[in-house]
């Protein structure tokens, strides 16, 4: 019985810090808007952190503003936000 509980409590415990993980995720792009040509450098939170599901998010939420993504640059945590604040400017976590 104390093995089936303590697996229990390992489960839920990985569980917890899976989904912690991905709500601690970001990717910083470039994107582009025609007529007339504007270009943006951004950071938006993801819910992978994995560059592919990364990219396909991304692209979808910028659509929705009228954006067209280029490319996704990288995809990080919470650690690299600092650094890239300043350039992202009204873009940082704007989507």
């Given at each position: 019985?104390?093995?089936?509980?303590?697996?229990l409590a390992?489960?839920?415990?990985?569980?917890?810090?899976?989904?912690?993980?991905?709500?601690?995720?970001?990717?910083?792009?470039?994107?582009?808007?025609?007529?007339?040509?504007?270009?943006?450098?951004?950071?938006?939170?993801?819910?992978?952190?994995?560059?592919?599901?990364?990219?396909?998010?991304?692209?979808?939420?910028?659509?929705?503003?009228?954006?067209?993504?280029?490319?996704?640059?990288?995809?990080?945590?919470?650690?690299?936000?600092?650094?890239?604040?300043?350039?992202?400017?009204?873009?940082?976590?704007?989507?």
């Amino acid at each position: 019985m104390k093995q089936i509980f303590s697996f229990l409590a390992v489960s839920t415990l990985l569980s917890l810090l899976a989904t912690t993980a991905a709500a601690e995720c970001y990717a910083d792009y470039k994107a582009k808007r025609d007529n007339p040509l504007r270009l943006h450098y951004g950071v938006m939170e993801v819910p992978v952190c994995q560059p592919g599901p990364a990219r396909q998010e991304v692209a979808k939420r910028l659509k929705k503003s009228g954006w067209t993504l280029l490319n996704v640059i990288s995809v990080f945590g919470p650690e690299g936000l600092d650094q890239r604040k300043e350039n992202a400017g009204k873009f940082f976590l704007r989507f």
